[in-house]
């Protein structure tokens, strides 16, 4: 105990003596998680419309002002011709054309129908899919609008509907901010651990220093218990601040037990501060460990579900994410803090996570030769 406690306090000096390092571990994640939830939103706003509409009559104007008082989208002005207006996405001016044919308002009141043509610009897939997601929606709505209109009730038989009452469960407001933030603040603790602690060792074995340590009866496992336990209490620190920041920034109040998270927090930790090491090990310079962290925290953040669900993926993506941690890191964030998860609920993760934790530092152990 002696030797791992004067290991620790040679840590903890030369990290508090590091003022370079310091802002990278506190302050860059904390402002990251400030700005990265407002970037992160799948929400599709101010799309751009322009209107080709030949009709100009009470129903077109009612349609269009219907689409433009929904919030979505935004009119870059009327076209007298399609031509003119397909410019306009040509110029990345226009997203979506609406074309109203002419007697728009005349078929519709005598043939009972009615077409419109959209035209989406398909550069960007997700802003065209949701949009025009958004615009027939938009006018399947008018078209209940104009039949409840017509309906005269006495004189016309009922007809049948079927009414949908939806209820959105652990986001009932469908916010991005609470779906984003508890994975956001995964990765980031996942980033600080991994690419921090992958420079601890490179770092000696640069100044010299690892040769010192190595000629003294230090074991190994002593002198991979001193390397991680200073960045595991910083990870834990720093994942507090992000919990805080949450609360107070974004009013995200975890529905489950904050211990929980705690718990889990605690043995992963341990599994990505073993990663870091074991890529230290492998590594001669601070920029080989830096690269080779990078790549590894990148494929984790692609397929860990934070930005694109798992179920989306191709089958051989969806493999890989079981040899991911972060993955399951996020999985426990969303279940706790929006559910209301208990321990029993994120057991299969708390093993996997058990599992990573004994393999990744057992390794780092054995990696680590003692020469002079």
């Known amino acids: 105990m002696r030797t791992i406690r004067f290991l620790l306090q040679k840590e903890f000096r030369q990290i508090f003596r590091d003022k370079n390092l310091l802002r990278q571990m506190l302050l860059a994640p904390l402002i990251q998680l400030m700005i990265f939830p407002w970037a992160a939103n799948y929400e599709v706003k101010n799309i751009n419309l322009s209107v080709v509409d030949h009709d100009r009559s009470t129903y077109s104007r009612q349609l269009v002002t219907k689409v433009i008082s929904s919030g979505y989208f935004r009119l870059n002005g009327y076209s007298p011709s399609y031509k003119e207006a397909f410019q306009l996405i040509e110029h990345d001016q226009a997203d979506i ?155 995200i109040i975890p529905a489950g037990n904050v211990g929980v998270l705690y718990a889990f927090l605690s043995v992963y930790l341990m599994a990505v501060l073993g990663l870091g090491l074991l890529i230290s090990t492998f590594s001669n310079t601070q920029q080989q460990a830096m690269s080779l962290s990078f790549f590894f925290i990148m494929i984790f953040n692609l397929l860990s579900g934070l930005y694109t669900p798992i179920e989306s993926m191709p089958e051989w993506a969806r493999t890989l994410t079981a040899l991911n941690p972060l993955k399951y890191f996020i999985e426990v964030m969303r279940m706790v803090v929006l559910k209301g998860s208990g321990f029993h609920d994120i057991s299969h993760q708390f093993l996997t996570i058990c599992i990573f934790a004994v393999v990744l530092n057992a390794w780092a152990i054995i990696n680590y030769r003692k020469t002079t």
């Not at 009141?109 to 958004?134: H, P, W």
């Open 97 to 251: 054309i609406i074309e109203i044919p002419a007697n728009f308002e005349k078929n519709l009141v005598k043939e009972n129908e009615q077409k419109i043509f959209l035209a989406v610009n398909a550069i960007n897939g997700v802003k065209a899919l949701v949009g025009s997601g958004y615009l027939a929606s938009i006018v399947n709505d008018y078209n209940s609008e104009i039949r409840m209109e017509w309906h005269q009730p006495g004189r016309m038989p009922t007809a049948p509907s079927i009414e949908i009452t939806s209820s959105n469960w652990f986001n009932p407001l469908l916010s991005y901010k609470m779906f984003m933030v508890p994975g956001i603040l995964a990765f980031l603790v996942t980033m600080i651990g991994g690419m921090m602690c992958s420079l601890n060792i490179v770092r000696e074995k640069e100044i010299g220093t690892i040769e010192q340590i190595n000629v003294t009866p230090i074991k190994k496992y002593h002198f991979i218990l001193g390397k991680l336990l200073p960045f595991w209490i910083m990870g834990t620190f720093v994942f507090t601040l992000g919990l805080l920041i949450a609360r107070f920034a974004y009013g």
